[in-house]
């Protein structure tokens, strides 16, 4: 297994599949998973020619599961670790929920110059907490609660999350077993430490100023029916915070719309990489 190692000793996990010389793609998975998580993409991309990469978050799948470094920065900052070990160059960042706020964060904070263009999907900016910027946000217990449910019964917590993230609680949904075992295998495999302390950096970082900062083509993907990162406070912002964006909303369509509808996503998200 292929791993880099930050500058504060961390060892990160990653994936590099395909052709060097081919355009790279790099995926940013979302709490509390890992890159496995990205599979119906990265065989789809890599059958196109593309050079597919993703990397396990710190304290995720396999990479370290450390004490430290469970924030907005340090993600970021493992993230350019990747991009310069492997000294990419014109890659795509895809990013879905946190892995949005740290695709964001990380060019925000490392700059556009390694990057071509960006996808956001069911993306947590520009933040998620209620605050005075941003009303319509979710109210601290929310995530009070998240908290309670990874420290008290991950895995059952877990499993019950699976069906709001897929929206498999709506009317005539068609429910995978294989997905939520998936789900909950990928959330087990990391640190219930950096789970728990995941949860402020994915609902209180405040993405504002990255998004601005954006100046890359920029594709927002979310579902309309998202029950996770309710699409109002999130991608409706996003998308106007960032010069240029462009928002794809898909009607019905839950939180984890990549992995039940690649048939969709996968497509347009073709599409907006060759236009």
């Given amino acids: 297994m292929s791993y880099v190692t930050t500058k504060d000793g961390v060892q990160i996990f990653y994936k590099d599949w395909g052709d060097k010389s081919a355009q790279p793609i790099v995926f940013s998975h979302g709490w509390p998973l890992s890159s496995d998580d990205w599979d119906a993409q990265m065989i789809y991309f890599l059958q196109k020619g593309y050079r597919v990469i993703a990397h396990d978050r710190r304290g995720h799948g396999r990479s370290s599961q450390v004490a430290t470094g469970h924030d907005m920065d340090h993600y970021a900052d493992d993230l350019a670790a990747v991009t310069e070990h492997l000294n990419l160059k014109n890659a795509i960042h895809v990013g879905h929920s946190t892995g949005g706020g740290e695709v964001a964060h990380y060019i925000g904070r490392h700059g556009s110059k390694r990057v071509a263009k960006a996808v956001l999907i069911s993306a ?48 005539n949904a068609k429910v995978s077993e294989g997905l939520r075992e998936h789900w909950v295998y990928q959330g087990m495999m990391g640190s219930v430490l950096a789970h728990y302390e995941g949860v402020k950096a994915f609902s209180e970082t405040d993405f504002t100023e990255d998004l601005k900062k954006i100046n890359v083509p920029t594709l927002v993907i979310h579902g309309d029916d998202d029950q996770i990162v309710p699409i109002g406070n999130s991608a409706l912002l996003s998308s106007k915070l960032i010069k240029g964006a462009q928002l794809k909303v898909y009607p019905g369509l839950s939180h984890g719309l990549f992995a039940t509808h690649p048939e969709l996503i996968n497509p347009d998200m073709l599409a907006f990489f060759k236009a």
């Avoid at 917590?157 to 709506?170: A, E």
């Fill in 124 to 171: 947590v900016p520009p933040i998620m907490l209620k605050t005075a910027a941003y009303p319509g946000g979710l109210p601290i217990d929310v995530f009070d609660g998240i908290r309670a449910g990874v420290a008290n019964n991950r895995p059952q917590f877990y499993k019950d999350l699976t069906i709001p993230f897929y929206g498999f609680n709506r009317p």
